[in-house]
């Protein structure tokens, strides 16, 4: 049988935990948005990123699973990125009823020009964190999402 007390004090921790990487999305995702070009916002450059990261090709569904989102709402942020020409729709070879989502030069420039536009943002917060704080950091969350992601599929 759990400890009463310890049982709520891990949940306790562990909500805190997500508590403060909610807020610091919050935060990180307003000062990103006001940085991306007119009519862009993150889930534009989360896409794009999300295509470099794992691969471009993806079809709008798979897409919308990987972000946990309806299908509908993907083909609106696609028609955004495509607009924009920064995604290219092709025919997916293995399936003629749907189609798969390649990046463009353009895309590529925009998320390494997005990226690039976070120096200052960095630069304001490099002193509160050292860079091997950072990489720990990084290595602790990514290990989080995976277990996570593992879970959700």
């Known amino acids: 049988m759990p400890d009463t ?4 004090n891990l949940t ?3 909500f805190e935990l997500f508590n403060e990487i909610g807020i610091i999305n919050q935060l990180s995702r307003a000062s990103f948005e006001a940085r991306l070009p ?10 794009i990123n999300h295509l470099i990261r794992v691969q471009d090709g993806q079809t709008p569904l798979q897409l919308a699973r990987a972000f946990q989102v309806p299908k509908t709402s993907m083909t609106h942020t696609l028609a955004g990125l495509e607009k924009r ?4 729709m092709r025919a997916n070879p293995d399936d003629a009823r749907s189609k798969q989502v390649w990046l463009t030069a353009a895309g590529r420039k925009f998320r390494q020009e997005a990226i690039a536009s976070l120096s200052p943002d960095v630069a304001e917060i490099s002193d509160t964190l050292s860079v091997e704080e950072v990489t720990a950091a990084i290595s602790l969350l990514a290990r989080l999402r995976k277990r996570m992601d593992s879970a959700r599929d």
């Not at 007119?38 to 896409?47: K, N, Q, Y």
């Not at 020409?85 to 290219?88: E, K, Q, T």
Request: glycine share 14%; proline share 10%; aromatic share 10%.
């Open 85 to 88: 020409g920064l995604v290219d």
């Open 5 to 8: 007390n310890t049982v709520p």
């Open 38 to 47: 007119d009519g862009m916002v993150l889930p534009h450059f989360t896409v």
């Open 12 to 14: 306790g921790l562990y």
